[in-house]
């Protein structure tokens, strides 16, 4: 089983340009969550997809929008990117109530 | 509102001696705790978790938390620790409510072990 994995690792962008992350969940898990971490912060909620539709969304603007494919792997895009949005975005993926992450990917906006 | 607090950012303690971090919650509806580590440059590893049962529950690398409803804390615990354990460690509770999870994770604690 080779857990949830993300893809790319590491990301340079320019403010104001659009990027697209993606994330292959844990065989057998249906749910995946997306997460940013800002450095020496916890992660922060952005949102959930389950059965190729949002679930939730914690207090993300509308710039952070995603998507969930029918093998369950996941997208998240984040448009119009700010230097605020430079952090650790991870991917979770869970079966019932247990939650497993991906190694995450890098985002540096310049 | 659902919240998690850890008291202590930081937590240095020699090699092969005890710690124990600490986790507090609040939740107005049953929770689920877990405790997850993250070494630098890498995603959470998850330790341990309560669901439901047993308040004192074992982990991987020698960890153990107790859940302690009353005082609504989750701290974790290792008897003997290691260098390896230098990392930082997330305490998170996921709820249930009217079909809708909610996760929240604390600010961490970066443990350092002291050779």
């Known amino acids: 089983d080779a857990g949830v994995t993300q893809s790319p690792t590491h990301l340079i962008k320019t403010r104001g340009q659009q990027v697209t992350l993606r994330c292959s969940p844990k065989?057998?898990?249906?749910?995946v969550s997306w997460y940013q971490q800002a450095l020496g912060q916890g992660p922060q909620f952005i949102f959930q997809?389950?059965?190729?539709?949002?679930?939730q969304r914690g207090n993300f603007p509308d710039r952070f929008s995603g998507h969930q494919f029918p093998n369950y792997s996941s997208e998240l895009n984040v448009n119009a990117l700010l230097l605020g949005d430079s952090a650790l975005y991870l991917c979770?993926?869970?079966?019932?109530?247990?939650?497993?992450f991906g190694p995450g990917t890098r985002l540096t906006v310049t | 509102a659902q919240s998690v607090t850890q008291l202590d950012s930081q937590v240095p303690v020699f090699e092969e001696a005890p710690v124990e971090l600490r986790c507090n919650y609040s939740?107005?509806?049953?929770?689920?705790l877990f405790w997850y580590v993250q070494y630098p440059n890498q995603g959470l590893q998850l330790l341990l978790k309560?669901?439901?049962?047993?308040?004192l529950v074992k982990g991987i690398n020698g960890f153990e938390a107790e859940f302690n409803k009353s005082q609504t804390s989750f701290h974790l615990r290792k008897p003997s620790v290691h260098i390896s354990d230098t990392a930082e460690y997330f305490c998170?509770?996921?709820?249930?409510?009217?079909?809708?999870?909610?996760?929240?994770f604390g600010t961490g604690t970066k443990l350092q072990v002291i050779p």
């Open positions: 309560y669901l439901s049962g047993s308040t």
């Open positions: 979770a993926s869970s079966w019932l109530n247990e939650q497993y």
């Open positions: 997809y389950y059965e190729e539709e949002e679930r």
């Open positions: 939740s107005s509806v049953s929770v689920y």
């Open positions: 065989s057998g898990h249906d749910t």
């Open positions: 998170a509770v996921i709820s249930n409510s009217g079909g809708y999870q909610k996760v929240t």
